[in-house]
């Protein structure tokens, strides 16, 4: 099964970008090749850049706060597990308490290094780290794997406050929904969403070995899909057939 996901509003799509790119920079830093170190710094960066908009930060502090308050309520429901419902509640605030205690955007430890600074301005030109542009960054990749991944390190804890928020929050929003199953007719399938709920997160799990593809798209009254296949020259192409999927909104 082959999971796709589509955010509903400009915050979740932040964080699922993110996401994808702290999963990214993780399965880099492990390998012991230079190149592989190479774009776990280009990953890096694009990390800082996605995270320094001025008010994600706040946003986050902001969810984290709204799923506090939310879960203290439950407090005394008979119906919730009171260990498990603490316990969640105390990652909450350790989250919360850890991203706060950060001062300034993301990345802006890092602001001063001047090796990253000289790495980065020549990064993204193409072939502009070459050794005769920047050779102290050379040198850097011909050092053992183990003290460049511990470099690598240094610099990604800098932003563990921020990766474990999304983290925690993403898992909130995920577990928020019930999946169910679904089925389209002709490829397309339209659900009508209840007015006076807003949901953050869609969710489609199908099965890969058919060869569709779901297009989503969704606003806050309705969300539709519409099932294509890639065809010779890679293009998504109606595929008007019936398939069945599950699916999960996420409030």
């Not at 802006?108 to 990064?123: C, D, F, H, Y």
């Not at 102290?136 to 240094?154: E, H, S």
């Amino acid at each position: 099964m082959v999971l796709y996901e589509y955010p509903f509003n400009e915050s979740v799509r932040t964080m699922l970008r993110l996401e994808h790119l702290f999963d990214r920079l993780g399965q880099l830093i492990v390998r012991d090749a230079p190149v592989d170190h190479h774009f776990a710094l280009v990953t890096l960066f694009e990390i800082i850049e996605v995270a320094s908009r001025s008010d994600l930060k706040a946003d986050l502090l902001k969810d984290l706060d709204r799923h506090r308050g939310q879960l203290a309520a439950l407090r005394d429901n008979p119906q919730v597990e009171p260990r498990a419902l603490e316990a969640l509640i105390a990652r909450i605030e350790q989250a919360f308490e850890q991203l706060n205690a950060q001062t300034g955007k993301a990345g802006q430890a890092l602001a001063g290094n001047e090796w990253l600074t000289s790495v980065k301005s020549r990064i993204s030109i193409p072939g502009g780290t070459c050794e005769f542009d920047l050779p102290a960054y050379y040198a850097w990749q011909q050092f053992d794997a183990t003290r460049r991944r511990a470099d690598l390190m240094g610099w990604v804890n800098t932003l563990a406050p921020l990766a474990g928020a999304l983290q925690l929050l993403l898992q909130l929003v995920r577990e928020a929904g019930v999946p169910h199953k679904v089925a389209s007719s002709g490829g397309q399938y339209q659900q009508s969403l209840p007015q006076g709920r807003s949901y953050q997160l869609l969710r489609l799990r199908i099965d890969g070995g058919n060869g569709l593809v779901p297009e989503i798209t969704g606003h806050r009254l309705m969300v539709a899909v519409r099932l294509m296949r890639v065809d010779g020259e890679g293009r998504l192409r109606p595929a008007g057939s019936d398939a069945d999927f599950e699916l999960t909104l996420c409030a």
